[in-house]
């Protein structure tokens, strides 16, 4: 098996991709409820996406996303930030000086409020049945 091996530059892009993969995604649990209201594949795929963020959120351990990017970055000579993503760039540009807990709670509030917005709109279909 041959060990493919890139520049540092190859590395810091690939870094800044996976950065913005995660941004997306958080944009994509966050607000795409709305969007997905109209077709059922992608609302059971932001159901699974809220999950998956309420988990990564309250878990004990970094999201892969996350731990993808530390590598690349490290592979790149950058040294990689530590805490996870919503700390190191959500807090440090939008909430400086709150606490990580706080910023957690948050976060699960928000795919909570997602969740509720599933929760009324299929008890609305079902006494509509």
Not at 24 to 40: E, G, M, Q, R
Not at 59 to 77: F, H, Q
Not at 84 to 103: E, K, Q, S
Request: glycine share 4%; with cysteine.
């Amino acid at each position: 098996m041959a060990l493919i091996v890139l520049s540092k530059e190859a590395y810091a892009a690939l870094a800044a991709a996976v950065l913005l993969l995660h941004f997306l995604f958080i944009l994509w649990v966050v607000f795409d409820a709305l969007l997905a209201k109209y077709s059922l594949r992608l609302r059971r795929l932001h159901l699974v996406s809220l999950l998956w963020g309420i988990f990564v959120e309250t878990a004990p351990w970094a999201c892969p996303l996350t731990v993808l990017e530390d590598a690349l970055e490290s592979r790149a000579g950058v040294q990689p930030y530590q805490g996870g993503f919503l700390l190191h760039y959500l807090d440090a540009m939008v909430y400086p000086n709150i606490p990580a807990a706080t910023l957690t709670i948050i976060a699960v509030a928000v795919c909570g409020l997602n969740l509720s917005f599933y929760a009324w709109r299929f008890g609305k279909n079902v006494w509509r049945s």
